[in-house]
């Protein structure tokens, strides 16, 4: 028996996506990719089933659409370079920044279990991608649970603000999102410990914190979740939107050296009228009586 060309199911979903006055191609297109990157291997007969069917979607759908394949399949090692072309052939005319915008608010948009597949799917690659030396600053950490514990959460989005190099509404969109994936991704790229940031999930936001499904399923995503699929996350992020203070490095040295004051500092004049107001004689009289 002949098998039919792999153009045949091609025409019948097609069809299928446009009855009614339906159009339903912007999800067959997610369907099928999202298929086409759960499986490590593929025969030759379903690369070409595949490449075939997206290559007859990719015109046919929304630039949301395109961007979520876009996604995925940059995450998948060994994707179909006719796929990948016709995708940066779509968006060739538009500004990179656009894309990253359609990207993050592809993901801010998304359900939880949409957010998961994404953050996974980038893991498929990490192993392709540098990794990018963050090392955690004891006190930038213990600076973010402590806001949290407060409930601060516009401190706290301040502090994430430096300590990430986003733009001020990107940090605000991580502390406030109603889900709490951003803060997974935010947490694993500072290197941040499992319990710390298990404690601010409880306290930073209510609708978290009340939820021990939801503490219990951010907190499985946290381990999965390899540290270059954060970065690559977050360069997204960086990338996006102007930041006003774009390294996490200076965050580090400015915390890490800042209880550290030159002897001048200690003994400036605003220091020293402060001691002559509580009677106090100065450090240089005091050696010259002794």
């Known amino acids: 028996m002949v098998k039919p060309p792999a153009s045949a199911p091609l025409d019948s979903l097609v069809d299928l996506a446009c009855r009614d006055g339906v159009d339903i191609r912007p999800t067959l297109l997610r369907v099928l990719t999202d298929l086409y990157v759960q499986k490590a291997r593929h025969s030759a007969e379903e690369e070409i089933q595949y490449v075939e069917l997206a290559l007859g979607l990719i015109d046919a759908v929304d ?69 990018r030396p963050m090392p955690a600053a ?62 601010i999930l409880l306290f930073l ?8 499904d939801r503490v219990f399923e951010l907190a499985t995503l946290f381990d999965e979740l390899h540290p270059s699929a954060a970065d690559r996350m977050l360069a997204i992020w960086g990338r996006s939107l102007p930041r006003q203070q774009p390294m996490h490095a200076m965050v580090y040295w400015d915390d890490e050296r800042h209880p550290v004051r030159p002897a001048a500092a200690r003994t400036s004049p605003i220091a020293q009228s402060e001691r002559s107001e509580r009677g106090e004689r100065p450090a240089s009289s005091t050696r010259r009586r002794l």
């Open 63 to 131: 630039a949301q659409t395109r961007a979520a394949v876009a996604v995925s399949l940059s995450a998948y090692a060994g994707a179909p370079e006719a796929v990948l072309q016709k995708l940066a052939g779509t968006s060739r005319n538009q500004p990179s920044e656009t894309g990253d915008r359609e990207l993050i608010e592809l993901f801010f948009s998304a359900s939880p279990e949409e957010r998961r597949l994404v953050l996974l799917n980038l893991d498929v690659a990490s192993e392709k991608l540098a990794s």
């Open 138 to 199: 004891s006190e930038l950490i213990r600076r973010l649970e402590n806001a949290a514990l407060q409930r601060n959460t516009g401190e706290f989005s301040r502090i994430l603000e430096r300590a990430l190099g986003v733009s001020r509404e990107m940090a605000s969109r991580i502390a406030r999102d109603p889900f709490g994936e951003p803060l997974v991704v935010a947490a694993k790229g500072l290197g941040m410990g499992a319990e710390t940031f298990q404690r």
């Open 205 to 212: 936001n209510p609708v978290i914190g009340q939820s021990v």
